[in-house]
């Protein structure tokens, strides 16, 4: 992370107003908007009926200690977990109430393992993430069997228990789709409070006029649970959870909105302002103060999406690298995983004018006259690297970018030759060493002297040398292994990972309403992970492949024909490639029919 200097902020500002016009952002601010929005109206939904049930609820359940884990006998230490898995009952549970609930498939994965057995607990049969949705599973469907109690009236009885699947639902977006620490809160949140407890404090977060009524879950009366402590009872939340999970909601409150709290971002705030951050009222006033001085959103932005906004901007400045990226950087990685738009972008964040950068792709049939210089017929030339390092050594106060996509398709060290020992002893008129003759220089030495400057990056003693300048830049781009580059030249440059963004895939199918986006990214995940334990393709796919999903939709649904249909038309092409060109032999086509095969839902 930068210096947040305001001086530093102004400059990340300008920077960020471009890259959040790409359509990750925009998906991911929009997709924020829209779950606060779902969990507002949910929340608004819920009766007097039902509001007075939450509460008898929790008292019927209770045993007098608010920290007490007896609430883990509705979820993950329910004695008799398999009856909500009964066919009958799980497929109008999942027809009627959880048909688009981000947990749906794999509740539906663990059919097999709750009907083969009985008086089976969730804490007993599963583990991990697992273990937590099937336990948010049961706690749902108990709430809502004892509201069935209470009610005869079967309408209202099925509208409660679709309102409760859209509660649980729209938080856990919200909190994935915000990312960082926060998402790590979900199930900690869940899981150990009754809902009558979960809907006051969110209503709280929302309609709140001041932190007191926030910060009281922070004394000894707090109700929040959160996680197990030493003496078997849930420990009471601590203050830098509860401020980032209120912080979530708090976007909604119109009388302090707030972005995302965490430390990070209270720290960008002290270094940014010279203020102590000491307590949620101290972060949401230098919030708003943040908003006033630098405006990190796009100009026609509602109050909410203000926040949203600056939020992801600070996530921006955690992760800053175009001011600080090496001279020499490759990114190379998955095919599909956005190597060139990250050069795209790095380049429109400097404003450069088109003379200050040159961009080129290369293939086979580039060699080093293309490059660096030659004959071309009879008349001599300057290749593209060269004209760059002369143009760049002549205006020393300016960057300048060479940017070379799909180096592995050239023979790297044979096209640019000598020029490669230079890239790391960049041009000091003081260092004799940080210029070289090429392998023309003595051809352009018998040049008058105009032309001999021409064709020079620098001449010196009446003879020509090539150099490279301090303030040329040069990004790259690589799929797969990259033979045509020998370790003496790979070193001298950065190498950047790029690699499969599902999270990217998953928004671009919420977008397009796929209705099982989540199982259709744990399919491509599957896939990636199928491909990394074979050396000879060496790269994963991209999520920019993968975001082509949604071309084979049928009914807002990915279907195993759709996903059939994709791997021929779309992955089958590139794996060949990959295996084919570069491994003829007779196991590539049985290894593309073995990825085939996990390739399902």
Not at 238 to 265: G, R
Not at 402 to 408: G, K, R, T, Y
């Amino acid at each position: 992370m930068l210096e947040t200097s305001p001086e530093n902020v102004k400059l990340m500002v300008e920077s960020w107003k471009i890259h959040n016009k790409n359509q990750f952002w925009v998906k991911k601010s929009n997709n924020i908007a829209k779950y606060l929005g779902e969990l507002r109206a949910v929340l608004g939904s819920f009766n007097e009926t039902e509001n007075d049930f939450f509460q008898n609820f929790y008292i019927n359940s209770s045993d007098g200690n608010i920290h007490s884990t007896k609430i883990l006998e509705l979820g993950e230490k329910y004695e008799r977990a398999e009856f909500f898995f009964i066919d009958k009952i799980l497929e109008s549970n999942m027809t009627s109430h959880y048909y688009d609930f981000v947990f749906k498939n794999k509740i539906i994965a663990k059919k097999e393992i709750f009907q083969n057995a009985s008086a089976l607990s969730v804490e007993n049969t599963l583990k991990g993430e697992d273990k937590s949705i099937i336990s948010l599973y049961v706690f749902i469907e108990n709430v809502a069997k004892n509201f069935n109690t209470t009610c005869a009236d079967r309408t209202q009885r099925d509208e409660f228990k679709g309102k409760l699947v859209k509660f649980y639902d729209a938080i856990f977006k919200i909190f994935y789709t915000i990312g960082g620490e926060i998402s790590l809160f979900y199930f900690d949140l869940v899981l150990h409070n009754q809902p009558l407890i979960l809907v006051e404090f969110i209503k709280t977060a929302i309609n709140a006029t001041s932190f007191d009524e926030i910060e009281l879950y922070l004394t000894d009366d707090g109700l929040l649970n959160f996680k197990i402590a030493d003496n078997e009872n849930f420990r009471r939340i601590e203050k830098n959870e509860l401020y980032t999970i209120a912080s979530a909601f708090a976007m909604l409150n119109e009388t302090f909105p707030s972005f995302i709290y965490s430390a990070e971002n209270a720290e960008i705030l002290e270094q940014t302002f010279g203020e102590k951050v000491s307590n949620f009222s101290d972060f949401q006033r230098l919030c708003d103060k943040f908003l006033s001085e630098f405006s990190p959103y796009p100009s026609d932005a509602n109050s909410l999406m203000k926040y949203i906004y600056t939020g992801l901007f600070f996530d921006y400045i955690k992760n800053f690298k175009s001011e600080e990226i090496a001279k020499n950087t490759i990114f190379y990685g998955a095919v599909g995983s956005g190597k060139s738009r990250k050069i795209a972008e790095i380049i429109k964040s400097k404003k450069l004018s088109p003379d200050r950068f040159s961009y080129i792709s290369l293939h086979r049939s580039y060699d080093y006259s293309d490059i660096i210089d030659g004959f071309i017929g009879s008349e001599f030339t300057n290749g593209e690297f060269k004209q760059i390092c002369k143009k760049a050594l002549s205006d020393p106060q300016n960057e300048y970018y060479l940017v070379i996509d799909n180096i592995n398709c050239g023979k790297f060290d044979e096209i640019f030759g000598e020029t490669v020992e230079l890239l790391k002893k960049r041009y000091d008129q003081n260092e004799p060493f940080s210029m070289i003759r090429t392998k023309n220089s003595h051809i352009i030495d018998k040049f008058d002297e105009a032309k001999k400057a021409e064709f020079s990056v620098v001449v010196e003693g009446g003879k020509s040398y090539f150099a490279v300048p301090k303030n040329l830049y040069i990004l790259c781009a690589t799929n797969g292994k990259n033979d045509g580059i020998s370790p003496s030249s790979a070193k001298v440059f950065n190498w950047v990972k790029m690699g499969c963004n599902y999270s990217v895939i998953e928004d671009t199918l919420n977008e397009e309403k796929i209705k099982n986006s989540a199982a259709c990214v744990a399919v491509c995940r599957n896939l990636n992970d199928f491909i990394a334990k074979d050396g000879r393709l060496g790269t994963e796919i991209g999520h920019g492949i993968f975001m082509k999903l949604v071309d084979f939709q049928s009914n807002s649904q990915i279907t195993q024909d759709g996903l059939n249909s994709f791997f021929s038309e779309v992955l089958e092409p590139i794996l060949e490639c990959c295996y084919i060109s570069k491994n003829a032999d007779t196991m590539a086509n049985k290894q593309i029919s073995a990825i085939k095969d996990i390739f399902k839902l």
